[in-house]
């Protein structure tokens, strides 16, 4: 089939023919107490298949390759504006050498059913829902002179608790994802989530005012997911990002360097090369606080006249991006504060975060902090700052760091003056 893709899209005067094949292999498990809620595999194939026709640039998605998407490059190019070259990306030899598999999913099964066992050392567990899944992906990007081929696997667990005490309810939710075949202790994890969601059982309001503020591994990298934008040539061309001028310059605090990092094998958004076949590389977005790279794609490139970045994912987006940990751990950032508050769970980024100005107003739930210990539980409050003012307030940087997402994370950042609302 492929060959004759390529036959007939050469017939066509299609430049650039490519064709990305993505198949996912995935196990799903879900546990509600002690009863299987859910139990799913599944195997799937897409196809992202590009060209450029009349000097447009075309990309159809599709479950099924056949002779009709050669026809439905040339209607869609009608409705595309932008004209662009049809010169040819150089791509990179790049093959995967790793081979994986889906584990055979009783033992987990059997580890999850028997978290309920938890209840005996702590009655006031009302619920514990788990959630497991073994993500395998494999992308091939195909054209007439390369086949570029690159696998990962990803593990995920994940745990909601919800206790009672007094007939009042409080549920905590904990994730660990893993990119090898290692355990996940979710007997460690779900106790965690027990104690959290105990922890606010009890909790008490802060009063409204400027405090210093830990911000969790988990809740920064959340954030950091909506100011990708901030860096993509695309939204600095249109005047639309709020480092429009300045690139060279300082823009956050000099202990901030945010870099890419997304060939690197051990990290959850591993790619060796983006939709485009461009291969990817380590950079340096943000050092010391300057802002070093804007991200490209070909079209932006062109209008920069700049390098591609292997940033072209759809849309420009980043794999890997992440703040540098320091050298404090989390709990030595918690002895440096007399009076503050450590966020660990935020709400409504959708709605509470905007990229454009970048305003933030989100829920917030954590600990208050006093003379270096974390005092009592806290939520209903509301985290109130501007990602301008965030990343400059940075008095110190955790050496912890979790990737929950396959875009960006962060270690914890312990940051002053961050106003506190209810």
């Given at each position: 089939?492929?060959?004759e893709?390529?036959?007939?899209?050469?017939?066509?005067?299609?430049?650039?023919?490519?064709?990305?094949?993505?198949?996912?292999?995935?196990?799903?498990?879900?546990?509600?107490?002690?009863?299987?809620?859910?139990?799913?595999?599944?195997?799937?194939?897409?196809?992202?298949?590009?060209?450029?026709?009349?000097?447009?640039?075309?990309?159809?998605?599709?479950?099924?390759?056949?002779?009709?998407?050669?026809?439905l490059?040339?209607?869609?190019?009608?409705?595309?504006?932008?004209?662009?070259?049809?010169?040819?990306?150089?791509?990179?030899?790049?093959?995967?050498?790793?081979?994986?598999?889906?584990?055979?999913?009783?033992?987990?099964?059997?580890?999850?059913?028997?978290?309920?066992?938890?209840?005996?050392?702590?009655?006031?567990?009302?619920?514990?829902?788990?959630?497991?899944?073994?993500?395998?992906?494999?992308?091939?990007?195909?054209?007439?002179?390369?086949?570029?081929?690159?696998?990962?696997?990803?593990?995920?667990?994940?745990?909601?608790?919800?206790?009672?005490?007094?007939?009042?309810?409080?549920?905590?939710?904990?994730?660990?994802?893993?990119?090898?075949?290692?355990?996940?202790?979710?007997?460690?994890?779900?106790?965690?989530?027990?104690?959290?969601?105990?922890?606010?059982?009890?909790?008490?309001?802060i009063?409204?005012?400027?405090?210093?503020?830990?911000?969790?591994?988990?809740?920064?990298?959340?954030?950091?997911?909506?100011?990708?934008?901030?860096?993509?040539?695309?939204?600095i061309?249109?005047?639309?990002?709020?480092?429009?001028?300045?690139?060279?310059?300082?823009?956050?605090?000099n202990?901030?360097?945010?870099?890419?990092?997304?060939?690197?094998?051990?990290?959850?958004?591993?790619?060796?090369?983006?939709?485009?076949?461009?291969?990817t590389?380590?950079?340096?977005?943000?050092?010391?606080?300057?802002?070093?790279?804007?991200?490209?794609?070909?079209?932006?490139?062109?209008?920069?006249?700049?390098?591609?970045?292997?940033?072209?994912?759809?849309?420009?987006?980043?794999?890997?991006?992440?703040?540098?940990?320091?050298?404090?751990?989390?709990?030595?950032?918690?002895?440096k504060?007399?009076?503050?508050?450590?966020?660990?769970?935020?709400?409504?980024?959708?709605?509470?975060?905007?990229?454009?100005?970048?305003?933030?107003?989100?829920?917030?739930?954590?600990?208050?902090?006093?003379?270096?210990?974390?005092?009592?539980?806290?939520?209903?409050?509301?985290?109130?700052?501007?990602?301008?003012?965030?990343?400059?307030n940075?008095?110190d940087?955790?050496?912890?760091?979790?990737?929950?997402?396959?875009?960006?994370?962060?270690?914890?950042?312990?940051?002053?003056n961050i106003?506190?609302?209810?």
């Amino acid at each position: 089939m492929y060959k004759e893709l390529f036959n007939n899209a050469k017939q066509n005067d299609l430049h650039n023919f490519q064709i990305m094949e993505i198949t996912t292999e995935e196990l799903d498990i879900e546990i509600f107490n002690n009863q299987i809620d859910k139990f799913e595999t599944s195997d799937i194939t897409k196809y992202i298949v590009s060209a450029n026709y009349n000097n447009k640039d075309v990309r159809i998605i599709t479950e099924e390759l056949n002779n009709d998407i050669i026809n439905l490059i040339k209607e869609q190019s009608e409705y595309i504006d932008i004209e662009t070259s049809n010169d040819r990306i150089a791509l990179e030899d790049i093959k995967e050498t790793n081979t994986y598999k889906i584990n055979n999913p009783s033992k987990i099964i059997e580890r999850m059913l028997n978290l309920i066992t938890l209840k005996n050392k702590y009655p006031n567990i009302k619920e514990i829902k788990s959630y497991y899944t073994e993500l395998i992906t494999k992308r091939k990007i195909i054209t007439i002179e390369n086949e570029l081929y690159d696998i990962k696997k990803e593990t995920s667990f994940s745990t909601e608790v919800t206790v009672t005490e007094n007939n009042n309810n409080s549920t905590s939710y904990k994730s660990k994802i893993i990119t090898d075949d290692s355990d996940i202790n979710i007997e460690e994890l779900t106790e965690e989530t027990i104690i959290n969601a105990t922890d606010k059982l009890h909790y008490k309001e802060i009063t409204n005012g400027t405090y210093k503020v830990i911000l969790t591994s988990e809740v920064m990298g959340s954030i950091l997911r909506y100011f990708i934008d901030l860096f993509s040539a695309d939204k600095i061309q249109k005047d639309t990002s709020l480092l429009v001028g300045k690139q060279k310059k300082k823009v956050f605090s000099n202990k901030i360097t945010i870099v890419e990092d997304p060939n690197n094998t051990k990290l959850l958004g591993k790619r060796l090369f983006d939709n485009t076949g461009k291969k990817t590389y380590y950079k340096e977005i943000v050092k010391n606080g300057l802002f070093i790279q804007p991200l490209y794609d070909s079209k932006t490139a062109k209008i920069d006249n700049a390098e591609l970045t292997g940033n072209d994912y759809g849309e420009i987006s980043v794999r890997n991006m992440y703040i540098l940990p320091g050298s404090t751990t989390k709990e030595e950032l918690i002895t440096k504060v007399d009076k503050g508050i450590l966020i660990d769970s935020v709400g409504g980024l959708h709605s509470g975060i905007n990229p454009i100005n970048g305003n933030i107003s989100i829920q917030s739930e954590g600990y208050y902090i006093e003379n270096g210990k974390k005092k009592y539980a806290s939520k209903l409050f509301i985290l109130v700052t501007n990602i301008m003012e965030l990343l400059n307030n940075v008095i110190d940087i955790s050496n912890n760091i979790e990737f929950y997402y396959q875009d960006t994370a962060s270690p914890d950042l312990l940051l002053d003056n961050i106003k506190i609302s209810k």
